[in-house]
């Protein structure tokens, strides 16, 4: 919530449950018509008329407008939150989860790289959401993948290597993933140690982002939560490997355009399985020479993640910067499994969906991880030459799990008003919004 923002009203559903339409599911709001004396509603998306409910009845005023609107905030607000009743989990509601997958070749250690994000990691643990629910692990790789032991009696964290990148395999089922709050003091001598760890190492050019990225993703599967994962060579080994593709050639030409395509459907089929676990990635890239953004941008792109790119990273000059946004990605107001969907007045039609998510179905927003800076736009069209209705509705509702480990539904209901005159159109438009979208 921003500063000159009031908090968003919480309501907690009566013995009447959460009243919706019968027919198109849109939640009670402010812009409803009630008729009867307050006995039916009807739905200002689909025209419906819904009974209400005998323990939702209230009388109108004069006005015909419930007399208790203003104590009950989904009447009378734009947008509220409701605690959701049980029906509306498909399973206990999941710890805050943080989950960090580093590569750790020679050029990662050398740049700086490791140190800036070790210092991030560490400096934000105090801050992530949760309250003593959140969970935390580490995986590194460079031609091999490296699990750590993070059990909270060890005083030391315990390394495993897994070499073989064709039969990966978890050598340790638990303590892969524990509570930061039981485990802090081996998390802590964790990161104090990880910069120095692999200086020694042989200077590797080689990196197996793929099987990383599924060993992570077996340790993660049962929770799901946000992924970070940091790159600094491009992906050339097991699963997922990537080739140079830059043709200098086709820069200007209208051929162009496939350098900006993935290659390869690798990213884009582990996004989609990440997403129905509900695991998110942000990536945090590093490139020093082509790295094919295009075909890593999938992950992040469709479990509604970020991309974040240091070309050339240089700690003097830019780990203030990486450590600041990494230290924000992991400490802002996050919410977990969420899913979206958007109704709109009979009439109208959403026909495009824009920003980082899958779509499940044919409308529904699929979205491991939402937090305060996710931006989703869509194209609103006529699906009828007339509209019976003075305004168009659309109602956004969000179904997630708060950090605290409640399920909630925000509900964001607009109306907006019709105008046969294109002037008004105009006047009223958001340009900076408008041009975004286009």
């Known amino acids: ?72 905030p989904e009447l009378s607000k734009g947008v509220v939150e409701f605690i959701a009743p049980a029906e509306y989990m498909v ?19 050398r740049s700086g790289m490791l140190q800036s994000a070790a210092n991030a990691i560490k400096a934000s643990l105090d801050d992530l959401p949760g309250r003593g629910r959140t969970k935390i692990g580490f995986i590194t790789y460079d031609n091999s993948v490296h699990y750590y032991n993070l059990a909270s009696d060890l005083t030391q964290p315990q390394m495993l290597v897994v070499s073989d990148l064709n039969e990966l395999f978890v050598p340790l089922p638990d303590n892969l993933l524990v509570n930061l709050q039981e485990s802090r003091a081996v998390v802590d001598s964790f990161l104090d140690s990880l910069p120095e760890m692999f200086t ?36 050339n080994l097991g699963d997922g490997a990537l080739k140079p593709r830059e043709n200098q050639s086709l820069m200007g030409t209208p051929n162009e355009v496939k350098l900006l395509r993935p290659e390869t459907a690798w ?67 996050t919410a977990f499994e969420a899913v979206m969907r958007i109704r709109c007045t009979k009439g109208m039609r959403i026909s495009n969906f824009y920003g980082n998510f899958y779509i499940r179905g ?37 179904l997630y799990t708060s950090s605290e480990g409640q399920r909630r539904i925000r509900v964001m209901t607009q109306a907006i008003p019709v105008t046969t005159i294109g002037s008004d159109l105009f006047r009223d438009l958001d340009v900076n919004t408008t041009c975004n979208l286009l």
């Open 1 to 72: 919530v921003a500063d000159d923002e009031e908090e968003v009203d919480t309501v907690q559903p009566g013995s009447a449950g959460i009243i919706r339409c019968k027919r198109c599911r849109t939640y009670i709001n402010a812009f409803v018509h009630w008729v009867e004396h307050g006995r039916r509603w009807r739905c200002n998306i689909c025209a419906m008329m819904n009974d209400t409910p005998a323990a939702y009845f209230c009388h109108l005023d004069d006005e015909g407008l419930r007399r208790d609107r203003f104590e009950r």
């Open 91 to 109: 399973r206990p509601p999941q710890e805050p989860t943080y989950f960090f997958v580093l590569d750790v070749s020679a050029t990662a250690v």
């Open 267 to 333: 990213y884009k089929d582990t996004a989609i399985e990440f997403s129905r676990q509900q695991i998110s990635v942000d990536m945090f890239l590093f490139p020093y020479q082509y790295m094919d953004l295009a075909a890593l941008g999938e992950l992040p792109k469709l479990t509604s993640g970020n991309m974040y790119s240091y070309v050339l990273f240089n700690y003097e000059k830019d780990g203030q910067r990486f450590e600041e946004q990494l230290n924000k990605t992991l400490t802002q107001t």
């Open 200 to 235: 020694k190492n042989p200077v590797v050019s080689q990196s197996c982002l793929g099987p990383a990225l599924k060993a992570a993703f077996t340790v993660m599967k049962t929770v799901g939560g946000k992924m970070c994962v940091f790159q600094s060579i491009m992906p």
């Open 362 to 398: 044919t409308d529904l927003m699929a979205l491991p991880n939402v937090n305060t800076d996710s931006v989703f736009a869509f194209d609103l069209v006529h699906d009828e030459q007339n509209l019976a209705s003075t305004y168009v509705t659309v109602q956004a509702a969000l």
